[in-house]
């Protein structure tokens, strides 16, 4: 994989750092484990994997996709880093990001765009497209992705992958660099639901540096994969299948809804009536949290501090307009402002009240059906350039990941077929809540 990378990343740019001899020192660690006389505890012992570089890993650089933090060396690994790397896993590097996981294309890392591998004029996806890039050309058999809303499900539907979204609270968040503190998941990317499954086992558990992890026994995720699906209830939200999704993505997913009648599914029609308002009310909440959640980036105790400045308040100042890219600072002043007296009503309240609603969609929708289904994405991956000059367009990729997001709920986007220029098509599967299993079982069957 070490050598794939050297020969591959550089048209790609998925890894933005590489530690050959670290990477050699776990692997080697790793085969003493599975060597004569080992106790490989865990069937990922000794294979390799890679972190969206929004998860901290103690002496390896964790830049979040930011100048800001383009010199931070993390003294300190996250608990899924900790949990993988028990597990005998091998990290063969770090991976691009949008910016502070702020994206839908990868088009806003400071260390420039990553490419789709399916096609290198067009984006792989945002935010954990360094991740899908990587998998899908085969540098990595798998990685670590978070979603926030959607930035593993996107990426992978438009490189081709499966990726999964956990309920809220299964993965810890610690160590994680926070985005959207209420909405922020990590989760697995891999090439199938099966990998997913044993990947999620190592991740997910209760975890006290975390105060919205789910204290709750430990579960094996795989456990389901080989159960038939007779009598599965599909529902089909009627506001997914409506306008907004291209012709080509319809069509291979509705190919995908008759292979689930085939293998003994039934669809049904469910409604989710407000979910027509998860994208405003998502730019909202995760601006809001993202302001606060970015306050800490000051230049003082770590990270990006201005070369020149007369005193304190400019070099804060300084530091931070240097610091940060042009969608980092939107956000920033989209939080500040709807989290502001006299606005806080008007916005930030009102943008709560509508994630209950959306919430409360969900649990009428699942009294009819097991799982829901949709589309990923509303298009295959497009072009760089094609939406990065207006922010409501690349918003607008999101409209069928967030509302799972802002419900809590689990999320999985899995491959179905191809859609125009031969590009991946994702299916998306939302589970009710804490039903992984579920997920994981329905993804199998298909794959
Ligand atoms: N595209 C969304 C955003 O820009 C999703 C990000 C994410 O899930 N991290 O906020």
């Avoid at 001899?21 to 890679?50: E, F, H, M, W, Y």
């Avoid at 994969?225 to 506001?239: H, T, V």
């Avoid at 012709?247 to 003994?264: I, M, Q, S, T, W």
């Avoid at 699942?366 to 760089?384: E, R, Y």
């Amino acid at each position: 994989f070490l050598d794939r990378i050297e020969t591959f990343n550089p048209a790609l740019n998925a890894f933005i750092t590489l530690d050959r001899d670290k990477t050699l020192a776990q692997a080697r660690a790793a085969d003493a484990k599975v060597g004569a006389g080992g106790t490989a505890n865990s069937p990922l012992c000794g294979i390799p994997l890679a972190h969206k570089d929004i998860f901290c890993t103690q002496g390896w650089r964790t830049s979040c996709g930011s100048q800001m933090l383009a010199n931070f060396v993390s003294p300190y690994d996250a608990n899924v880093v900790e949990k993988l790397a028990a597990a005998g896993m091998v990290t063969l590097g770090k991976l691009n990001m949008d910016e502070f996981a702020m994206g839908s294309s990868n088009e806003t890392s400071y260390f420039g765009p990553v490419k789709n591998p399916w096609d290198v004029s067009r984006v792989p996806g945002g935010s954990s497209g360094g991740s899908a890039a990587a998998i899908a050309a085969r540098l990595t058999p798998a990685a670590t992705g978070t979603d926030t809303g959607g930035s593993i499900r996107q990426p992978a539907a438009l490189c081709g992958l499966t990726g999964l979204k956990p309920t809220y609270g299964v993965v810890s968040r610690y160590g994680m660099i926070a985005f959207a503190s209420s909405l922020d998941q990590g989760g697995p990317m891999a090439k199938s639901a099966d990998d997913c499954a044993l990947l999620l086992n190592a991740m997910a558990g209760f975890d006290p540096r975390d105060s919205t992890s789910l204290e709750r026994p430990a579960e094996d995720y795989g456990r389901d994969l080989e159960k038939p699906l007779a009598g599965l209830r599909i529902g089909l939200p009627r506001e997914f299948f409506g306008d907004g999704m291209d012709a080509d993505v319809r069509a291979a997913v509705e190919a995908a809804l008759a292979e689930y009648r085939k293998l003994g599914a039934t669809t049904v029609e469910v409604q989710l009536p407000n979910s027509g308002l998860s994208v405003p009310a998502y730019y909202v909440i995760a601006p809001a949290e993202a302001s606060s959640n970015l306050s800490r980036f000051d230049g003082v105790r770590y990270g990006y501090r201005a070369p020149e400045y007369d005193d304190l308040t400019e070099m804060y100042s300084r530091s931070r307009a240097q610091g940060f890219g042009a969608e980092v600072k939107r956000r920033i002043l989209i939080g500040t402002y709807v989290l502001s007296h006299g606005y806080y009503d008007a916005y930030y309240l009102k943008a709560q009240k509508i994630r209950r609603l959306i919430a409360a969609d969900f649990v009428e929708a699942f009294k009819a059906c097991d799982v829901i289904m949709g589309p990923t994405s509303p298009s295959v991956a497009f072009a760089f350039g094609a939406k990065s000059a207006d922010p409501v367009q690349m918003y607008l990729s999101d409209i069928y990941t967030i509302s799972t997001n802002l419900a809590g709920l689990p999320g999985m986007s899995l491959p179905c077929g191809f859609g125009a220029n031969n590009m991946p098509v994702g299916l998306q599967i939302i589970g009710n809540w804490l039903g992984e299993a579920k997920m994981l079982n329905v993804a199998h069957q298909y794959q």
